[in-house]
């Protein structure tokens, strides 16, 4: 009966050992691979302001970055 005992628990170890392995294995590569749904980096698109043009805000969310451009002239000598 001891015997027995023993041989399921080399089994049993040996079992484990092999997909703990083949999953090791399987995810390693996974790592490495690249999909067509995995998400690409953010295009770089530039911005050029115009003469008279300056920045008045930036808005920032995960899926996008808007500025808010403004070409009004502030006379600060007129502000109090």
Known sequence: MKSQVSMFRRVAFVSV?????????KLGKAQHRTDTWC????SHNLLALKEGQTIVG???TTSATRFYI?????DSENEA
Not at 39 to 42: D, L, V
């Open 70 to 74: 403004g070409s009004d002239v502030v």
């Open 58 to 60: 930036v808005s920032e």
């Open 17 to 25: 050992s092999v997909c703990s392995l083949i999953l090791a294995y």
């Open 39 to 42: 998400t690409s980096p953010p």
